[in-house]
């Protein structure tokens, strides 16, 4: 793990073990992951699992990365975190 991976870990300990909490199920077959995305439908090639609270790790959302961006955005601005755009 390299020193960015590590800060972003020590400070979002809640988002890291939702992740892996669901990728042991997913691999263990209790979680099933669709092939499609569930907010518009589209069939990329990476589906992701996006989480809306952090304390119930097995509630996921798969979408695309477009969906997941949007989601996570209307996440941030409901909870009033402000993002510094590079």
Same mark, same amino acid.
Request: proline share 3%.
């Given at each position: 793990?390299?020193?960015?991976?590590?800060?972003?870990?020590?400070? +979002?300990?809640?988002?890291?073990?939702?992740?892996?909490?669901?990728?042991? +199920?997913?691999?263990?077959?209790?979680?099933?992951? %669709?092939?499609?995305?569930?907010?518009?439908?589209?069939? %990329?090639?990476?589906? $992701?699992? +996006?989480? $809306?609270?952090?304390?119930? %790790?097995? $509630?996921?959302?798969?979408?695309?990365?477009?969906? +997941?961006?949007?989601?996570?955005?209307?996440?941030? $601005?409901?909870?009033?975190?402000?993002?510094?755009?590079?």
């Amino acid at each position: 793990m390299n020193e960015v991976a590590r800060k972003t870990y020590k400070k +979002h300990k809640d988002m890291a073990a939702a992740r892996n909490s669901v990728r042991r +199920h997913v691999s263990a077959g209790n979680i099933s992951k %669709p092939s499609s995305c569930e907010i518009c439908g589209s069939s %990329p090639k990476r589906i $992701e699992g +996006h989480h $809306e609270d952090y304390s119930k %790790p097995l $509630e996921v959302v798969w979408c695309c990365k477009n969906c +997941h961006r949007k989601l996570d955005r209307k996440r941030r $601005e409901r909870l009033g975190i402000t993002v510094l755009k590079k």
